[in-house]
């Protein structure tokens, strides 16, 4: 899938004291077999940049197209295209269960699965079966990270976005990581890493974003 941002704009809080302008004219096209890592200062917009794609805020102006169509018009078919996994876990949770967390997003976008899959991407995260009917809001901040992850994985996404993956995390926890995004790169899909500690990743990139202050944006082949 091509996504396309032509002169997107964003800006929060427009016509007030607290408005904020994150980008002016971005500019940015990519299939989604890319493997992007995204760069910047705190605060430039990563994060904005990620709630963009994932079809979360609309562009203030300029527009996006999605294979070449506006994909606001049906927004529920792209995002199940995507997996997101937010820099602050617990904020994407609303289950009372890690399983029904975990499941979520195959329910609600009728991706099919088994046990057998929801105990395959929990091995594959470094979660133990016993964790599946505790509450995940009384998880430490690694097993809630390892949660938003399987949730994304279980409903097999065509690209992930990953907002400070490795934040919280002990090396196996960084090592399974790693290994979905090998996993990714094996089948031809892609993933965007915004990340304050891209050294972990070399060599996992063939595109790099760099988003500096004042919401210029710099892409660079790797």
Avoid: C, W
């Avoid at 975990?102 to 395959?120: G, W």
């Avoid at 993956?165 to 290994?179: C, E, Q």
């Avoid at 965007?192 to 082949?221: C, N, Q, S, W, Y």
């Amino acid at each position: 899938m091509l996504i396309e941002l032509l002169n997107v704009a964003v800006v929060f809080e427009k016509g007030t004291d607290l408005e904020k302008r994150v980008f002016e004219k971005l500019n940015l096209a990519f299939q989604t077999d890319t493997r992007i890592l995204l760069v910047g200062e705190t605060g430039v917009g990563k994060t904005t940049l990620i709630n963009l794609l994932d079809l979360l805020i609309k562009p203030s102006a300029g527009k996006m197209l999605y294979d070449g169509v506006n994909p606001f018009d049906n927004p529920y078919e792209f995002r199940k295209k995507f997996g997101v996994a937010f820099q602050i876990p617990e904020r994407q949770f609303f289950n009372e269960t890690v399983l029904d967390e975990i499941t979520y997003a195959s329910r609600n976008f009728k991706v099919p699965y088994d046990t057998e899959k929801v105990l395959k991407i929990l091995e594959l995260v470094d979660l133990s079966e016993s964790v599946l009917k505790k509450s995940p809001f009384k998880l430490s901040g690694g097993e809630q990270r390892k949660v938003a992850i399987a949730s994304i994985l279980l409903h097999d996404p065509e690209f992930l976005m990953f907002d400070e993956p490795t934040a919280g995390l002990d090396l196996k926890g960084v090592i399974s990581i790693l290994r979905i995004l090998e996993n990714f790169r094996k089948s031809r899909r892609g993933y965007l890493i915004a990340t304050h500690e891209p050294e972990i990743f070399a060599g996992l990139f063939d595109m790099k974003i760099t988003i500096k202050p004042g919401g210029t944006v710099e892409v660079e082949r790797l």
